[in-house]
């Protein structure tokens, strides 16, 4: 809940078409019409998120270290991790796992993304988990009345 409908879109036709790597995705949305990808994202982007933060195994410097790196980050996805676009996913908030895996995928182009790859490519696994860190330990993604 949450989340920024055009970037669900954006997210849903990525699994569909296979250019964002998960299987249990793929199989949910391959079948899904535009349609239905526009339903479903403006349905869950109604949904309201706590203000939670995500799950993360991060020390205190982990979560330093990452706001550090994530200037980088800010344009598309904001300075603590709320999208000023609504192309843009909201960061702040997600499980630390999702975000490192996202980004590994990312690097190795198992996701592809104009943008994202080559944002990607240069960062190592301590980068990785660092800024992954620093987005998990911000309150939670916004509610639709924030917007």
């Known amino acids: 809940g949450g989340q920024n409908a055009d970037y669900l879109e954006v997210a849903l036709q990525g699994y569909r078409r296979g250019s964002r790597g998960h299987d ?3 199989a949910q949305a391959a079948s899904l019409t535009d349609q239905d990808i526009a339903d ?7 949904l309201e998120n706590s203000d939670e933060q995500g799950i993360s ?3 205190e410097d982990m979560v330093r270290a990452g706001k550090e790196k994530s200037a980088v980050c800010t344009a598309c996805h904001g300075e603590t991790g709320i999208a000023p676009a609504p192309q843009w996913p909201n960061l702040a908030g997600q499980h630390a796992s999702y975000l490192e895996r996202a980004l590994h995928q990312y690097k190795t182009g198992e996701r592809s993304d104009l ?3 080559p944002m990607a490519t240069p960062l190592d696994d301590t980068a990785i ?4 860190a620093y987005f998990a330990a911000q309150p939670g993604l916004h509610t639709p009345n924030e917007m």
Do not use: I, N, P, Q
């Open 24 to 26: 249990t995705m793929h």
């Open 40 to 46: 479903l994202a403006e349905y869950l982007s109604g």
């Open 57 to 59: 195994r991060a020390t």
């Open 115 to 117: 943008v994202m790859g």
């Open 129 to 132: 988990e660092e800024l992954a």
